[in-house]
C-alpha cells in the first residue's frame, strides 16, 4: 500500500490541491475514488462517520490520520515534506490570508459555477449563474494584480498558497464558457510556472473519473 491515500475524484478541483501537492513533493500516493456523482457515499451516516464529518473531499489519510480541507492536508504535507513552505510567521501568515480568500472567494466561486454547468442534475439559474462569475471575475482579477507583481503569490518561490490556488483552473476552457489564462494574462504565465515544476500533472491525469462518468484517467 501506497504511503498516503486521497479520497477524491477527476472533477474536484478541491481535492486537486492535495493532490498536486502529493505530486510535487514526490510522495508515494494512491487515489480512493468513490461516486460522489452518483451514489454519493459522501452524504451517508458511515462516510460522515468514519471518513470526514464534513462530508467533503478531498481527505488525506496518512497512517492513522484522516485529514481534510486542503488548506490544512497542504500545510501537513508542506510540513512533513519540508516543500512549499511558508518561512517565519510573515509569510505563514500570508500563505493563510490567500489560501482562505481562494477557498471562499476564488475556487469557493468556481467550483459552484462549473458544477452548475456541467455536472448538476438542473442547469444553473441564470441570476445564481451571473451572480458567481460576477464574483468569480472580481476575485480573478485581484488575483492576477498580485501575480504581476512577482512570480508566485508569495513572491520569489511558490509555496502552498500557489497549489491552493490552482484547483480549478486547469480545467478546460469548455467547461467554465470562459478562459481564466487568456482572460487574466498574469495568472496565465503563473500557471506556465506551475506547470513546469516538476512532478506536475493535470487534474485528469492523476484522479480517476475521465472521462466523466467512468473511473478512468486522462492518458
Ligand atoms: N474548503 C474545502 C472544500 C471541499 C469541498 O467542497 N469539496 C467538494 C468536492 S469538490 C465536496 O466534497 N462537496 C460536498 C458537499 O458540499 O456536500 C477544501 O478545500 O477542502
Known sequence: MSEYQLYCFAQS???????????????????IWYDFFGKAPQR???????????GEAPVLVHGKKKLSQSGVILTYLARHSGKFLPQGEDEE????????????????????FRFLKNF?????DPAVMAFLKGRIDGSLAIVNKR?????????????????????YF???????????AKEHPA??????????LPGWKHPYQIM????????????
Open 93 to 112: 501568515l500570508e500563505a493563510l490570508r490567500w489560501i482562505i480568500f481562494d477557498n471562499q472567494k476564488v475556487n469557493g466561486f468556481l467550483g459552484p
Open 208 to 219: 480517476p473519473g475521465y472521462p466523466f462518468g467512468t473511473q478512468g484517467l486522462m492518458s
Open 13 to 31: 478541483g478541491n481535492a486537486y490541491r492535495a493532490a498536486l501537492m502529493l505530486q510535487l513533493i514526490g510522495a508515494d500516493w494512491e487515489p
Open 44 to 54: 451517508t451516516p458511515e462516510f460522515r462517520d468514519s471518513i470526514n464529518e464534513m
Open 170 to 180: 486547469y480545467y478546460p476552457p469548455e467547461e467554465f464558457g470562459f478562459d481564466i
Open 147 to 167: 501575480l504581476e507583481k512577482a512570480p508566485f503569490l508569495l513572491g520569489n518561490r511558490p509555496t502552498i498558497a500557489d497549489v491552493s490556488m490552482t484547483a
Open 187 to 196: 495568472i496565465g504565465a503563473w500557471l506556465d510556472r506551475m506547470k513546469a
Open 120 to 124: 448538476a442534475p438542473k442547469p444553473g
